[in-house]
């Protein structure tokens, strides 16, 4: 079989790469959210609850966001945005985990430097013309 008659594979590019991750994180805030309850930071207002609904919700809508080409630009910038504002939640999960395992200490350290290549994956979205 030639180059010619192989299957053309196509990997996804950065606008479904980041409506999945949202909408994967949007359902596992909603569908457990005692988990991100104590990683709410405490500087804000009411109940944590509300905001780990919230977020996942915001999750779930952004995922919408980028995956539709009409959306994507917004949707992408909106979510670096996001990604952003969700960083003290986990410098707090840092400081959470400090009397906790090995591996969930490394898990939550490990995250914060995840972040930057997260916002810029968004920033990619925001222009995937796929």
Partial sequence: MSS???PHVTTPG???LTSVMFA???VT???RPRTFDAIVPRMLP???RAWTIGSGLIELALAGAVWNRRTRRGGGLASAVFLVAVFPA???TVRLVRDRSARARAMAWARLPVQVPLVILALRAAT???
Wanted: aromatic fraction near 0%; charge should be neutral; hydrophobic fraction near 45%.
């Fill in 4 to 6: 010619a008659d192989a």
């Fill in 14 to 16: 950065p606008a479904a």
């Fill in 24 to 26: 994967v994180t949007g």
């Fill in 29 to 31: 805030h909603l569908a």
């Fill in 46 to 48: 009411g109940p944590a």
């Fill in 90 to 92: 986990n410098v707090r």
């Fill in 128 to 130: 995937d013309p796929r």
